[in-house]
């Protein structure tokens, strides 16, 4: 595994990123830990740092996607696949 995706996904803070991917982490993050508490300061952050409607709407989608599919694995017990490795752990 690529160690910048392994530095992403133990901590985006610490990766390097540009500020741009910076602030779509931090939305998302927000998204999926705080999801009532997103304001339209959020997405003007994210217009400040170069981000247009469309690309707002299709991480918001995405991030959302996945915040659900994980939270039906999770409720209905799915395993996760035997051949897939967790970012966080590390390279094989």
Same mark, same amino acid.
């Given at each position: /595994?690529?160690? #910048?995706? $392994?530095?992403?996904?133990?901590?985006? *803070?610490?990766? @390097?990123?540009? =500020?741009?991917?910076? !602030?779509?982490? !931090?939305?998302?993050?927000?998204?999926?830990?705080? =999801?009532?508490? /997103?304001?339209?300061?959020?997405? !003007?952050?994210?217009?400040?740092? @170069? +981000?247009?409607?469309?690309?707002? $709407?299709?991480?918001?989608?995405?991030? @959302? #996607?996945? &915040? #659900?599919? &994980? *939270?039906?694995?999770?409720?209905?017990?799915?395993? /996760?696949?035997? +051949?897939? $490795? =967790?970012?966080? *752990? @590390? =390279?094989?």
């Amino acid at each position: /595994m690529d160690l #910048y995706v $392994h530095r992403i996904a133990t901590d985006w *803070r610490q990766a @390097g990123l540009s =500020p741009a991917d910076q !602030a779509l982490c !931090a939305y998302a993050e927000k998204l999926t830990r705080r =999801p009532k508490t /997103m304001a339209e300061a959020d997405i !003007a952050t994210l217009r400040r740092h @170069g +981000f247009d409607d469309a690309a707002i $709407h299709d991480a918001t989608q995405i991030v @959302g #996607y996945f &915040n #659900y599919i &994980n *939270r039906v694995a999770d409720a209905l017990g799915v395993d /996760m696949e035997t +051949f897939t $490795h =967790p970012w966080e *752990r @590390g =390279p094989r």
